[in-house]
């Protein structure tokens, strides 16, 4: 099942929550999907921080789901999907945050694509996932494949720097950090892209609740 947390222990779920938590800014009236959510501990933390971001939470596991809806009640709407079909109109979500959850796609760049169609234009990526730049962590995940063989290859930097540059993402920051001796994550932020004007076309300032259906 997606769960919005790694399996490696408490210490790791909380340094990972800890990054994901320095790397979000969401202002209130913000909309945020989570995809893997889990048992709703990051959605949990960012409305008690700022309860007017409207947030959302996505995951394949009833029982996770089950947990955050207990932990959450109607602060945050919910929902059982897959992480390459998403149950949203495009260009909902001012923020999509994901931990732990990509390489259980079944396809990598699938999941990228959809993920930057349900964010507007400008919106922002947050992305946590095991980094294939430590040795031990790619040791680590070849044991953690011998048990669940459809979890997607491990990625190192510059291939996650291009997934996301081919599905319209800009502004790409990736990062690598030690969450425990033997695992290391990557930190990717990035801006769904702009799409570039004819010339002489002016932009216009749209409110966002005009053109954004509610999830």
Not at 12 to 34: I, M, Q, T
Not at 50 to 78: C, I, K, N, Y
Not at 84 to 109: G, I, K, M, N, R
Request: charged share 25%; with cysteine.
């Amino acid at each position: 099942p997606l769960a919005g947390r790694t399996d490696e222990g408490p210490g790791v779920n909380s340094r990972c929550l800890a990054l994901a938590r320095r790397h979000l800014f969401a202002n209130p009236g913000d909309r945020l999907l989570e995809v893997g959510c889990g048992e709703g501990d990051l959605l949990s933390a960012v409305l008690n921080h700022e309860p007017d971001v409207q947030g959302a939470g996505v995951d394949l596991s009833a029982l996770m789901l089950s947990e955050a809806h207990r932990r959450l009640g109607e602060r945050a709407w919910l929902s059982r999907a897959n992480p390459t079909h998403l149950p949203f109109v495009a260009q909902t979500f001012d923020w999509l945050v994901s931990t732990d959850t990509l390489h259980q796609a079944p396809e990598v760049a699938a999941a990228l694509r959809e993920w930057r169609r349900v964010l507007r234009s400008g919106g922002r990526l947050l992305l946590i996932e095991w980094s294939a730049e430590y040795l031990p962590t790619r040791v680590l995940w070849r044991w953690r494949r011998r048990r669940r063989p459809a979890l997607a290859p491990m990625l190192r930097v510059d291939a996650l720097g291009g997934h996301l540059v081919d599905v319209g993402f800009d502004d790409i920051r990736i990062e690598s950090h030690r969450v425990s001796p033997v695992l290391a994550v990557l930190v990717a932020t990035a801006r769904a892209a702009v799409p570039e004007l004819p010339r002489g076309v002016a932009a216009i300032d749209v409110p966002k609740e005009q053109h954004r259906a509610d999830p």
